[in-house]
C-alpha cells in the first residue's frame, strides 16, 4: 500500500495480504490465492496441533508452558481471520489517506509526512535517548523524534519475536533431537517413529512459529502505524490552521473584490473544516476495524504474563527455555506496548488542535471564519481516543495498569 508499506510487505510475504493493484485477470493474482490456501491452513494446523497438545498434557507445568504459547497462536490465527474479514475496510481506510485534504501541500507538510512514512530503517538506530529529549523542544522535530521511537520499537519489536523464535526452536535443535521432541507440539496426528518424518515435523514447527512471529509484527506495526498516521494528520492540521491568516492574507491580495474574495475565504476555511472532520473519521474507523483485534492482544498479553512469571520460578535460570519463556514475554508487552504509546500520542496531537487555534492572530480573521472555528473549538472537547473493545482506553496509564493486574494475579497464584 502507499503507506505503512514494511507491514503490508510482511503480511504479503506471509501469504495474508494480497496486494490490491493486482487485477483480478492477472495469473499472479490466481497464483497468490493459492499460496494463502495453503498458507492459512499450514497457520490452521500448526494451532490445531499446539492446542491439543496443550490440552492433552498430563503434566501440569508442561501443560502451563504449552498452553502460554497456545494462546497466542490463536490470537494470531484470530488476526489473520480479521484481516480477510475486513480486508475491504483496511483498503478504505488507507484510502482515506489518498483524500485531498490529507495529502501534504507545501514543504513543510511533505516534511511531516515523510518522516512519518519512513519506515524500520535500521540507521536510525543510532539514534539515543539524549537525542530524543534535545530535539522535542521544536515542534516538528517532536513528530522526527517520535516516529524514530516507533521505528526503534517497531525494529525491536521484530527482533525480540525472532528471538524467541531462535530460541524455542533452533536454540534447542540438539536437545530436542537427542529426546526426539518437538519444540512447540509433541501431538501430532500421525506416527513420528520414522526420522524423516520427524525431522519433516521439526522444520514444519519452526517455520510454523516463524509465520506466527511475522504475522504478528506486521499486524501490530500496522494497527501502530495507522495510529501515527492519524498523529500524522492531527499535525498537518495544525500547520494549516497556524497559518490561516496568511492565507486568507494571500487570498485577499490575490483577489480583484469582495465577492470573490469571499468566495475563496470559505473554501479555504471550508476545507480546513472538512479536513478536522475527515481526520476524526480516520480514526474512528481504524478505531472500528482494528478495536477488538487490540483487545485480544490485551487478554493475550495478560495471560501471557502470569504464565510466564510463573515459569520463571520453575525453570532453570541458565537453560534454553528460560530464555525462550523471557523474549517470549516481552514480546507480549512490547505489543501493548506499542498500542498503549501510540494510542496515547492521539490523544496529545488532538488535543493541540486547541492550542494551534489559539496560537493563530484572530484579529486578522473575518467573523464567519470565528465563528466557524468555534466549531472546531468545541469539537475538541472530547479529545480522539483509542479503544480496546470499548473497555480500555489505549493509553501509558492503561499500560502501567494491565502489568500491574497481570502481576497482581500472578502473585496469587
Known sequence: MHRLPLSFALLTYCGYWRPAKWPHTSLKYRLYNVYSVFMILLLYFFTFCSCVDSFTSKNLEAMTDKFSL??????????????????????????????????????????IQRKNDDYARFSFLQYSFVDYTYAAHDHLAMNYCLQVCYRKLAIYCEILNESAVFFATVGQYKKLISMRELPVSDWMPY???????YTISLVYQTVGL???????????????????????????????????????????RNTMSNEEFKIRCNKIIGNLIRH????????????????????????????????????????????????????YLCCMLMQVYLYCWFGNEVTLKSNKVRDAIYDMDWTM???????????????TDRPVKMTSGHVVVLSSQSFVSVSTISMLLTSKL
Not at 371 to 379: A, E, F, G, N
Open 365 to 379: 480573521l473575518p467573523t464567519d471564519v470565528m465563528k466557524s472555528l468555534l466549531l472546531i473549538l468545541i469539537r
Open 191 to 197: 506416527d513420528l517413529s520414522s526420522q524423516k518424518v
Open 276 to 327: 478536522h472532520y475527515e481526520i476524526y473519521e480516520f480514526a474512528k474507523t481504524v478505531n472500528s476495524v482494528f478495536q477488538y483485534m487490540i483487545f485480544l492482544q490485551f487478554c493475550i498479553s495478560s495471560i501471557v504474563l502470569c504464565l510466564s512469571v510463573y515459569q520463571f520460578s520453575k525453570v532453570d535460570p541458565f537453560s534454553m527455555n528460560f530464555l525462550w519463556s523471557g523474549f
Open 70 to 111: 497456545c494462546v497466542s497462536v490463536v490470537g494470531v490465527c484470530l488476526k489473520v481471520a480479521n484481516l480477510f474479514v475486513r480486508r475491504g475496510k483496511i483498503i478504505n481506510v488507507m484510502n482515506m489517506l489518498l483524500n485531498e485534504n490529507c495529502i501534504a501541500r507545501d514543504d513543510q507538510e511533505e516534511r
Open 210 to 252: 516463524l509465520i506466527c512471529a511475522n504475522t504478528s509484527v506486521a499486524n501490530e506495526t500496522l494497527i501502530a502505524g495507522l495510529m501515527i498516521q492519524v498523529g500524522t494528520q492531527f499535525e498537518i492540521f495544525c500547520h494549516r490552521a497556524r497559518n490561516l491568516s496568511f492565507s486568507l492574507t494571500s487570498a485577499r
